[in-house]
């Protein structure tokens, strides 16, 4: 479905989000918190879906979107896109097996945190797997697991004068 971009001027911080009209989203048999792939030319962005109830946040035809997908895609107001539906991604299955109690695997934690740096999760999902790693305690190995995960997909501080030593500064009061 091809829609015009309305510029929302307004950042989530971090997840991908788009809005569509009502009526758009029943058309296409789009709900809310769905997640659409927004393409403009070669490039392909996935964002979670919200929806406008009222024609004043974003009318028929268009697809209201945060600065993060304008930038990531350099969309210009009134700008063309065509959306599709998408799957959920998935790290959505492995939070789910914690919250269920079992262990996870390297390749779930690492898909867990991919998602995690790459803004694929909405906050809701995010606060999913920290409260099924804070109810369902993650074993040793698996926090292993998540720290290297972490440091082979995040940011890294790299620091050029070593050793690095931290003060205890409490020990000394």
């Avoid at 919250?99 to 809701?124: C, P, Y």
Wanted: glycine share 4%.
């Amino acid at each position: 479905m091809k829609l015009k971009v309305k510029d929302l001027d307004i950042e989530t911080g971090g997840p991908l989000v788009a809005i569509l009209n009502e009526k758009d989203a029943i058309k296409f048999d789009i709900h809310y918190l769905d997640r659409i792939k927004i393409k403009k030319g070669k490039k392909i962005e996935t964002a979670v879906v919200d929806i406008a109830t009222s024609t004043k946040t974003v009318k028929e035809g268009f697809i209201g979107v945060y600065e993060e997908v304008m930038e990531s895609l350099k969309l210009k107001n009134n700008g063309k896109v065509v959306i599709k539906l998408a799957r959920k991604p998935l790290s959505i299955d492995f939070i789910k097996k914690k919250l269920d109690g079992k262990s996870l695997t390297r390749k779930e934690i690492d898909q867990i945190v991919w998602d995690i740096v790459h803004n694929k999760l909405s906050t809701s999902e995010l606060t999913f797997f920290v409260a099924a790693c804070y109810t369902n305690l993650m074993s040793i190995n698996e926090t292993i697991m998540l720290t290297r995960s972490m440091a082979r997909h995040g940011e890294t501080l790299k620091l050029d004068n070593y050793p690095v030593i931290e003060l205890q500064w409490f020990l000394y009061q």
